[in-house]
C-alpha cells in the first residue's frame, strides 16, 4: 500500500493561490490518486482525481509529474470557506482494497 | 438514499456498555468502508466490504470491534464493553467503482456524516 506524505499545515490569505504536495514514492502502476476535503463536523469530500500530467475541474488542478512520486493539489483564489483539511488518497483502479488516509494537510484560509 | 446515512448522529454511553452504529449507503454502492476520526486526528481505518464480504478486518483495534453488511446495503459497526478511548467519530463511506469498473479511475468514496460516539 503506497503510504502518502503531506505538510501538517498550511497557512494562506484570501484571493491567494495554494499548492498542497503530496509524496507517495511508492506508488504502483494500478494506483491514482485522490484528493478528499473535510470540514469540521462533516465527512470528507472528494475533490479531483488523476493518474498522470494534470487534472482540473470547477474546484481545483491536480498536477502529477512523469514519475507519480508526488502530487500537487492547486487550489485557486482560496477563500475563507476554504478553510479545511485536505486528505491525498492513493488507491488502485481495481477498486476493492483498504484505502488508508494520511494526516492530512490543514489549510488555515485568513483575511 | 440520495447520500450516505449513518445512525445515530450522537450517542452517549457509558463505559462497558455495547452500541450499535449504522451505516446506509447509497443504493447500488458495492464498496463500503469504516473510518474513526478522533478529535483533531485524521482518519483511521477500520473495515471494508466488498459487497458482504469483508477481506480484511486487519484494522479493527480490538475483539471488541466487529462489523457486519447484509444484503450488500446497510452495515453495522458494533463496540463490545466500550471503553473511554473509543470515544470518536465513526465515518461511513460507500463506492460505486464504476470508474475502477470502466477502467477511467478508482473508487471514489461518498462519506456520511458520521456518529459521535461519546463513552463516559
Known amino acids: 500500500l503506497a503510504k502518502t506524505t503531506q505538510p501538517i499545515s498550511m497557512d494562506s490569505y484570501e484571493g491567494q493561490e495554494v499548492n498542497i504536495t503530496c509524496s507517495h514514492n511508492?506508488?504502483?502502476?494500478?494506483?491514482?490518486i485522490t484528493w478528499y476535503q473535510q470540514f469540521p463536523s462533516q465527512g470528507p469530500r472528494f475533490i479531483i482525481q488523476?493518474?498522470?500530467t494534470k487534472v482540473t475541474n470547477e474546484v481545483a488542478s491536480l498536477f502529477i509529474p512523469a514519475d507519480r512520486k508526488s502530487s500537487t493539489l492547486s487550489l485557486p483564489r482560496v477563500s475563507l470557506s476554504d478553510t479545511a483539511v485536505y486528505y491525498c488518497?492513493?488507491?488502485?483502479?481495481?477498486?476493492?482494497?483498504?484505502?488508508?488516509f494520511g494526516a492530512g494537510t490543514r489549510l488555515a484560509v485568513h483575511p | 438514499g440520495a447520500g450516505v446515512s449513518q445512525s445515530p448522529s450522537n450517542k452517549v454511553t457509558e463505559k462497558g456498555k455495547d452500541v450499535e452504529l449504522r451505516c446506509d449507503p447509497i443504493?447500488?454502492?458495492?464498496?463500503l468502508y469504516w473510518y474513526r476520526q478522533s478529535l483533531g486526528q485524521g482518519l483511521e481505518f477500520l473495515i471494508y466490504?466488498?459487497?458482504?464480504?469483508?477481506?480484511?478486518k486487519s484494522g479493527l483495534p480490538s475483539d471488541r470491534f466487529s462489523a457486519e453488511r447484509t444484503g450488500g446495503s446497510v452495515s453495522t459497526l458494533t463496540i463490545q464493553r466500550t471503553q473511554q478511548e473509543d470515544s470518536a467519530v465513526y465515518l461511513c463511506?460507500?463506492?460505486?467503482?464504476?470508474?475502477?469498473?470502466?477502467?477511467?479511475?478508482?473508487?471514489?468514496?461518498?462519506f456520511g456524516a458520521g456518529s459521535r460516539l461519546t463513552v463516559l
Open positions: 463511506a460507500s463506492s460505486s467503482l464504476a470508474g475502477a469498473v470502466l477502467g477511467s479511475g478508482a473508487n471514489v468514496l461518498t
Open positions: 511508492n506508488i504502483a502502476t494500478n494506483d491514482y
Open positions: 488523476g493518474y498522470k
Open positions: 488518497l492513493v488507491g488502485d483502479r481495481d477498486g476493492y482494497n483498504k484505502l488508508i
Open positions: 443504493s447500488g454502492h458495492t464498496a
Open positions: 466490504f466488498q459487497g458482504n464480504s469483508a477481506p480484511d
